[in-house]
């Protein structure tokens, strides 16, 4: 059975208390304990009682929850910033620094050689896992009137000569 309910009461800009849940062991322990604490503050709330602002310690045994402490203000959280670190405020050329920096990721590569070369994914892959060929192959297909067919011969030519020369580059 699928529960709706609001997470906050039409029309408040409000949002409900915050309830931690304490001893949460596995995946499957918190899915118990939310199948169990959902439906607890929806009776809570339909009652006309009001929620507060607490810990509270799964029982896995039990199946319950089970008020720990009581929390009345953020303060009651230890939330502080941490005095060590200093301010740190990135300029914009630094980012842009940073950014020329970050490599592509292999599934990104493998899709933007599909997508500009028009590449079947297998080609792409190739490129992708073994990076001097990918390289080798982006030089070529940069100039090259028909990208697959380099593609082709570089997988099928040029591999089987590096793998005859023990890897080592012909040119």
């Known amino acids: 059975m699928r529960r709706e309910c609001e997470r906050r009461p039409q029309g408040s800009k409000d949002l409900g208390k915050k309830i931690e849940i304490k001893n949460m062991n596995s995946f499957s322990a918190v899915r118990r304990a939310l199948e169990h604490e959902i439906p607890r503050q929806i009776e809570v709330l339909q009652k006309g009682a009001h929620l507060t602002q607490e810990t509270r310690r799964w029982d ?95 997988i099928n030519n040029l591999r089987a000569k590096l793998a005859e020369s023990g890897g080592r580059w012909l040119m």
């Open 60 to 154: 896995d045994a039990g199946g319950l929850t089970e008020t720990m402490r009581s929390k009345e203000m953020a303060h009651d959280y230890r939330y502080f910033p941490e005095p060590d670190l200093m301010p740190f405020a990135p300029t914009a050329e630094w980012l842009g620094e940073v950014k020329k920096r970050v490599v592509e990721l292999p599934l990104a590569k493998k899709q933007r050689l599909m997508r500009q070369y028009q590449l079947p994914a297998s080609d792409a892959q190739t490129f992708t896992w073994d990076r001097p060929l990918g390289d080798y192959f982006e030089k070529i297909a940069s100039r090259a009137q028909h990208p697959k067919a380099a593609a082709n011969w570089i």
